[in-house]
């Protein structure tokens, strides 16, 4: 398997753009994790899906910030209208524990730097 | 206060030293993950443990879970296991995992 798989590697925009994140997780993990990085707050997760299905997204940092996971192979995380406080890496990492979502070995994507001008 | 704390946050060290890196945690928790980010920025999973110790190659995890600590051991370091580890549990009341700030680690040849 090739692993978690995201997309773009690297994001330049300008404030008040659209961003769309994309993330592939590996074949037969059910459960997909957003997660932000930044030099002050480091990992945090935004978001995490079981079977498709949003589980807990109180790490969303607010309405401009949205996830989709229409199948089980691609997840998107969207930023609309975008600012600069949200210049961080995106990553993306799947799982599949036995028991509680916690307890699966992660799986990271190479992560998305985003960077809002 | 954080509910995951890492020691220390920064650690320079010659080439062959052991090396520990602390983790203690305030909640109960399901698991614990240490993760190693390398500089060009990937993440990958060491170690997932909920009790006692494992072993892979020259790194060892260990975690206490009555003292809620965890601590990862590198033996006969070397300049490429300079990265930042991370160190993360899964919370037993919720299952979210919350992340350690992280130990920068160098290793000097």
């Known amino acids: 398997d090739a692993g978690v798989i995201q997309s773009p590697r690297h994001e330049v925009t300008e404030m008040g753009q659209e961003v769309t994140l994309r993330c592939k997780p590996i074949?037969?993990?059910?459960?997909l994790f957003w997660y932000r990085q930044t030099m002050m707050r480091g990992l945090e997760l935004l978001i995490y899906?079981?079977?498709?299905?949003?589980?807990?997204d109180s790490g969303m940092p607010e309405d401009r910030f949205s996830a989709k996971m229409p199948n089980a192979s691609f997840s998107t995380l969207k930023i609309q209208p975008s600012e600069p406080r949200d210049s961080a890496v995106y990553f993306c990492?799947?799982?599949?524990?036995?028991?509680?979502?916690?307890?699966?070995?992660?799986?990271f994507g190479e992560g998305s730097r985003l960077t809002v001008l | 206060k954080n509910e995951v704390e890492q020691s220390p946050q920064n650690l320079t060290a010659q080439e062959g030293e052991f090396i520990t890196i602390n983790c203690s945690y305030s909640?109960?928790?399901?698991?614990l993950h240490w993760l190693q980010q390398h500089p060009g920025g990937g993440i990958v999973s060491l170690f997932m443990?909920?009790?006692g110790k494992k072993k892979h190659g020259r790194l060892i995890a260990t975690i206490n879970i009555q003292e809620k600590h965890s601590s990862l051991h590198i033996t006969a370091s070397h300049p490429r296991d300079s990265a930042v580890y991370i160190c993360?549990?899964?919370?037993?009341?919720?299952?979210?995992?919350?992340f350690g700030k992280g130990t920068r680690l160098h290793i000097l040849p």
């Open positions: 993360a549990v899964a919370d037993g009341r919720d299952d979210k995992i919350i």
């Open positions: 074949s037969g993990h059910d459960y």
């Open positions: 899906f079981n079977n498709n299905v949003p589980i807990d």
């Open positions: 443990l909920s009790s």
């Open positions: 909640v109960g928790i399901s698991a």
């Open positions: 990492a799947s799982s599949s524990p036995k028991i509680l979502a916690g307890s699966g070995e992660l799986f």
